[in-house]
Antibody
Framework: EVQLVESGGGLVQPGRSLKLSCVAS????????MNWIRQAPGKGLEWVAYISSGSSYIYYAETVKGRFTISRDNAKNTLYLQMTSLRSEDTALYYC???????????WGQGASVTVSS | DVVLTQTPPTLSATIGQSVSISCRSSQSLLDSDGDTYLNWLLQRPGQSPQLLIYSVSNLESGVPNRFSGSGSETDFTLKISGVEAEDLGVYYC?????????FGSGTKLEIK
């Protein structure tokens, strides 16, 4: 069974940093591109970042470029999102999602909650 | 960025009723490779989104065949033929033809 389990969320003050992790199981992690998607409270879905299977290609949403860093460790089957200079508008549930064939998000984690507040 | 406009924002249906959700794109979603990367997802209350339909009209494995997708270029439709109680939630269209990938604003389906 394909599983994605996020962790590392929490309450953080504006301007501080936080690192999310997403552990994958049930599939060959190193074969898939991965994404971070976020959802602010009561709002819709927003794509945040993408990393290719071998980390050669990395892309960010303009709203987080220069502040967030996506990375992965294929030996540990783990995806990361390092978030710095956090703002209140970064408050959201952060999902990791697998990018399958035909560019579909075919597996999602349960989400990690990030609250940025003083 | 590609803007996906979903209508209606909310939908109220009785069990067994057929409903449709529209997703209109600000640009053609036909890729140079010939595919159209328009997908539909459902987010049930308190759950993560799940894939329903990919590439306009292909049903994801395990998804009931009362769901169907159609459309081309900039106009797409998700149809549910005979709503069931478990179908309540928010439906999102999503495009992956143009970077960055973007989502529609969602359509909330309520059961009367």
């Amino acid at each position: 069974e394909v599983q994605l389990v996020e962790s590392g969320g929490g309450l953080v003050q504006p301007g501080r940093s936080l690192k999310l992790s997403c552990v994958a199981s049930g599939f060959t992690f190193s074969n898939y591109g991965m994404n971070w998607i976020r959802q602010a409270p009561g709002k819709g879905l927003e794509w945040v970042a993408y990393i290719s299977s071998g980390s050669s290609y990395i892309y960010y949403a303009e709203t987080v470029k220069g502040r967030f860093t996506i990375s992965r460790d294929n030996a540990k089957n783990t995806l990361y999102l390092q978030m710095t200079s956090l703002r209140s508008e970064d408050t959201a549930l952060y999902y990791c999602a697998r990018l399958g064939q035909l560019r579909v998000m075919d597996a999602w984690g349960q989400g990690a909650s990030v609250t940025v507040s003083s | 960025d590609v803007v996906l406009t979903q209508t209606p924002p909310t939908l109220s249906a009785t069990i067994g009723q057929s409903v449709s959700i529209s997703c209109r794109s600000s640009q053609s979603l036909l890729d140079s490779d010939g595919d159209t990367y328009l997908n539909w997802l459902l987010q049930r209350p308190g759950q993560s989104p799940q894939l329903l339909i990919y590439s306009v009209s292909n049903l994801e494995s395990g998804v009931p065949n009362r769901f169907s997708g159609s459309g081309s270029e900039t106009d797409f439709t998700l149809k549910i033929s005979g709503v069931e109680a478990e179908d309540l939630g928010v439906y999102y269209c999503m495009q992956a033809t143009h970077a960055p990938l973007t989502f529609g604003s969602g359509t909330k389906l309520e059961i009367k």
